[in-house]
């Protein structure tokens, strides 16, 4: 199994900065990409920002140039740091991991999400 731990969600005034960690534990054998979905208030689940294991990133447009992702293979954690917070940035905030088990297929593993609200 594969655990997912999100810290870092808050309240925050708009314009202000969070960051949030994701901290992957359990029989890991392969990842492949971890990364961030957030979903709001009768909005869908949607991508926020991605980071392959070669290091390669994608962001949604509404967040380029605001937010930035980073990962520590070693600690297999991944980071998000959002700056210039804005009120449409409220959301649960999911972490994922797309990855493998020593005895299992390749899949997404999801964390339990953390809320993050800005206030304007």
């Known amino acids: 199994q594969v655990q997912l731990v999100e810290s870092g969600g808050d309240l925050v005034q708009a314009g202000g900065s969070l960051r949030l960690s994701c901290a992957a534990s359990?029989?890991?054998?392969?990842?492949?990409?971890m990364g961030w979905y957030r979903q709001a208030p009768g909005k869908q689940r949607e991508l926020v920002a991605g980071?392959?294991?070669?290091?390669?990133?994608n962001y949604a447009d509404s967040v380029k140039g605001r937010f930035t992702i980073s990962r520590d293979n070693a600690k297999n954690t991944v980071y998000l740091q959002m700056n210039s917070l804005k009120p449409d940035d409220t959301a649960v905030y999911y972490c994922?991991?797309?990855?493998?088990?020593?005895?299992?297929?390749?899949?997404?593993?999801w964390g339990q999400g953390t809320q993050v609200t800005v206030s304007s």
């Open positions: 994922y991991l797309d990855g493998s088990t020593h005895w299992g297929p390749r899949r997404v593993y």
């Open positions: 359990g029989s890991i054998f392969s990842i492949y990409a």
């Open positions: 980071i392959t294991s070669g290091g390669g990133t």
